[in-house]
Structures are given as C-alpha cells and as structure tokens.
C-alpha cells in the first residue's frame, strides 16, 4: 500500500533533504566500524555525507540524521510519534520504567510526579547545600592531599566520587548514606555497565541471559544486592521524621500519597535507580573534560578566576565563605564554560528514537521501526554550523553574545518532552564544583596527549585522568 503524504505538523514541510551514505557489507552492514569505533563513523558520516544518512547495521536499517530541521522534528515536532530506540528496553534491566526509558502514558503520569523534584526551590535550596557540604569536603581533602606532598590525583575517580556522593545524598538523603553504602552503588554500577555496554549493536539479543552464563549471575547478584539496599531506604525513609524532608526519595513517597494506585513502591524504586544512573556518571564525566580543557586554556582558566573573584572573592581563601547561590548565578563566563564544555563533550554524544508509524522527513519516506540516530557530538562540531568548531571559545555562550542555538544544533541534554530532567541540576553541580576548586587548584594532566573522547555508552576519555595537583598561587 502506498503511503499518503500526511500533511500538518512538521516545520520542514515543501523542504528538500539530500539523501546520501555509503554502501555497508552486505548484511553486517556497518557492524563492524559501529563495533570498533561509533565515535569516528558518525563523525565521518555526517561530515561526508547528505542530510539523511541511510545505512544498514546487523539487517536492521538505520538513519543517521544530519539536518537541524529532521532532528528538531523528530525531538520536538513530531515527538508524539517517536519513542525510544531498541536499546533502551535493555536499560530497562536496572533502571525498570523509571523516567528514563517509560512511554506513553505512564512516562506522562510519572513526569507529573517528578516534577516537584526538579524545582527550582529544591535546587537552589536543599540541592545547593549538599552539594556546597560535599565539594568542601573534597576541597579540604585536596589540601591534605597536597600538604602531605601526595598531590597526584586520578581525576576520573575524584569526580565520580564527588557525583555520586552528591546524586545518592539528594535521593536518599544527607543523613541516610553512607560511604559503604556509595562504594557498594559505584561497584553496581561499574557491574550494570560492563554488563551493558554493547547494548547499541546487539539491543534485543541477550545471549548471556538466554545462557545464563557468570556474567550474568554476576550483574543479578549486583542487582538484586542493590535493590535490597534500595527498598530498606525506602522503609526507613516512610518511617523517618521531618528532618530531612527534601530528598527526591521523599518528594516521591509524598507524590505517591495522592495517587498509590498508579505510583507504586517499585516505580518510587525505578525513579530513584532512574536518576542515580542517568545522572551520576555523565555529569562526572563532563566534568573530567572541563579539568582537561582547563589545563589545554589556561587563558580560559584565568577568564574563569576573574568571573568567580568578581561575583565570589572569598572563594580564593582556603576557608572559604558562606557560599550563595545568588554569587554562583552572576557567574556568566563559568555559565557560558559550563555550555561549551557541552559543546564538546556531550556524556549522551549518540541518542535514537524509532517512529512509531510510517513518517515523512521532507520528500524522503521513513518506515515504522528505522532506527533513527541523533547523533550530538557530530552535530556540535559540525562545521556547517559552528565557526571553528573544534576549539573551546566559552564566548559564544555568554548573554552578550545573544544567540540561541537550534535545538537541532546544540542538544547536550536533549530538546522536547523527553528533554534531561537533571540538566539544570548538572548546569549547578558542575558550577559549584569549578568556583569552589578552581581559584584555590592546578590540575595538571599528565596524560592528556592521545587521551580523547572515546564513544562506549557515553563519551569518555580514553584513559582515566591522572593529575598532579598544586595549590593555585594567591592572586
Ligand atoms: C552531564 C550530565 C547529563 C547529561 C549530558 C544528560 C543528558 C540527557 C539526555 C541527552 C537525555 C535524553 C535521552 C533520550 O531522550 O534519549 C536525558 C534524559 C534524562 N536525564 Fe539526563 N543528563 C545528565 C544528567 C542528569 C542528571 C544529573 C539527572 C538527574 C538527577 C538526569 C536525569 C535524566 C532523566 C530522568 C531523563 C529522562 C527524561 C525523560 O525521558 O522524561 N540527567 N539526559
């Protein structure tokens, strides 16, 4: 039957689109270079080749989307007929139909429910002070570090331990974690990723499942261990007085009064394994490439100093001060570091959808099912719409420079209805951690050269971070 070009909707409508890419194996496709190097081959397709990308992998078609206007569509115009691609039904084996990988109407419902924990007076309240407590802790830890002239640092764990300890006390609670309990989530959570990492190519096929091989004894164990510790959370938390009130666990079992039927114990559960999972290791890992920038610009550095003397001076005394977020607000040049550190290094640099119906882009027809690729990374750095795009110039984000990017172009955190619930709580994590390390900290990379954006599951370094740390020299 042939497909009626539906009218209506898209934005893009009467509009050409240059269809092109290149011929795979047959079968296998693009397998192998998916398999090898992902990062490399979306860069290359989308730099080489037309607007839609049309491409084979493993017998399932796939198109690499490389016009604003089709990924603009796809994320906000036509969202309502695009769902999430094959692979996020495998998260779904640790995150459960939390926010991250629901459709249709339950993601509504529970997005209703969510929204309280993403408030603006959560974030700039009970937010604000873990994070505040839990960077001073690691900054005086720092100055030990140095004071007993052992001042190399691996940056990567440093900052997956101050995410994780921020992400895991905001959830469960200052007063309800303890270190043994974010060591034991860290180790799960390395487990669940091993376990899943090449879940783009083989998304429905599971086959140390299906065999039940040690493997996968090995991430049940860890699930299971970490679904224990989850639920005694949640009993303690029912029971807990008013003292710590403000956790997103908390906001949760209050939503939960107003509607039991829809919300149950196990979906207070999926949210709550939703946000630590989703948000722990991409805002770590964005802030190991913001260390790694710093040290290739120092002239970036500097700018930053001066941003954070000029709205928070007392951050330059090793004591410190009362911190406010009013101070952290003003601070338009770590803002506009903050955004093009997203440019460069977006965590999520490849995300997908599937339409759910048959669907037009422009003139080309796209059947129910392609996997769609929105691919972030080749997009920032697309040199069609980004003058130089390679080099960090913080410039381009700051309030004079009055541009909005198409949410086609610059899409770090995603655009729509399933945009980043976390983004604005990342933007402040990020910030608080810089003005409160930077004016008082050097890390020198020592293994920064050949140690680039490698695409797994989000894009990290190649090699974990190491850094020879120094006390900054007093202004
Ligand atoms: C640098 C840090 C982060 C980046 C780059 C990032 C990026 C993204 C992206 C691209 C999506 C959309 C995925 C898709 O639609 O396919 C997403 C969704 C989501 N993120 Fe983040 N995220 C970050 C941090 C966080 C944090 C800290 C939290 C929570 C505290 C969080 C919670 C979520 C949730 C709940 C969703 C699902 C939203 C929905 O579908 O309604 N993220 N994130």
Redesign the pocket.
């Known amino acids: 039957m042939r497909l009626r070009r539906r009218r209506a909707i898209t934005s893009m409508e009467g509009k050409r689109y240059s269809v092109s890419g290149p011929k795979g194996l047959p079968f296998i496709g693009f397998a192998k270079q998916a398999l090898q190097s992902p990062l490399q081959m979306t860069l290359e397709l989308s730099q080489n080749y037309g607007d839609i990308i049309p491409l084979t992998v493993m017998g399932q078609r796939v198109i690499q989307l490389n016009h604003p206007d089709l990924i603009r569509y796809v994320l906000v115009d036509n969202h309502k007929n695009y769902k ?1 691609s094959s692979p ?1 039904i495998r998260f779904e084996s640790v995150l459960g139909k ?3 990988t629901s459709e249709g109407e339950k ?1 509504r419902r529970d ?1 209703q429910k ?1 929204q309280p924990m993403f408030k603006r007076e959560q974030l700039e309240g009970y937010y604000f002070d873990v994070m505040d407590e839990i960077v001073e802790k690691f900054k005086r830890r720092w100055f030990g570090l140095i004071a007993a002239g052992d001042g190399r640092i691996n940056i990567t764990s440093e900052m997956a331990d101050i995410t994780l300890e921020i ?1 895991a006390k ?1 959830v469960f609670g200052r007063h309800h974690i303890t270190d043994q309990m974010v060591a034991d989530i860290h180790h799960a959570y390395d487990v669940f990723m091993d376990y899943l990492k090449n879940v783009r190519l083989f998304p429905t096929l599971d086959l140390r499942k299906a065999f039940r091989m040690p493997s996968y004894g090995v991430f049940s164990r860890e699930l299971a261990g970490m679904k224990t510790l989850f639920t005694e959370l949640l009993t303690r938390c029912k029971k807990g007085g008013q003292e710590d009130r403000l956790n997103m666990m908390a906001l949760l079992v209050e939503a939960q009064k107003s509607d039991p039927e829809h919300f149950t114990d196990e979906d207070i559960l999926d949210q709550c394994f ?2 630590i999972f ?2 722990f290791e ?2 770590s ?2 802030m190991q490439w913001m260390w790694k920038a710093l040290d290739e610009r120092p002239d970036v550095k500097e700018k930053i100093r001066q941003d954070i003397r000029q709205h928070a001076p007392y951050l330059f005394a090793q004591a410190g001060g009362e911190f406010c977020h009013q101070d952290l607000s003003r601070m338009d040049y770590l803002t506009a570091f903050f955004h093009e550190s ?1 440019r460069l290094y ?3 640099w490849i ?2 959808r599937q339409p759910i119906n048959d669907d037009w882009l422009g003139d080309y027809r796209v059947k129910k099912g392609t996997v769609i690729v929105l691919p ?1 990374f080749a997009m920032h750095r697309h040199p069609r719409y980004w003058k130089d795009p390679n080099a960090l110039i913080p410039e381009r984000f700051l309030p004079l420079a009055d541009v909005a990017y198409d949410a086609g172009i610059f ?4 655009h729509g ?7 604005k ?2 933007e402040m ?1 990020a910030k608080i951690v810089f003005a409160k390390l930077l004016p008082l900290f050097d890390a020198l990379i020592l293994n920064s050269a050949l140690n680039g954006p490698q695409g797994g599951i989000s894009l990290k370094p190649a090699q974990p971070l190491r850094a020879e740390l120094r006390r900054c020299a007093a202004p």
């Open positions: 999430k996020y939390g926010l991250f993601w997005q969510i992400v905001l939703t946000v989703a948000g991409s805002t890992i964005l997203t977006p965590p999520f995300t997908g972030h899409f770090p955190f995603s209805p399933r945009k980043c619930s976390g983004n709580l990342t994590e």
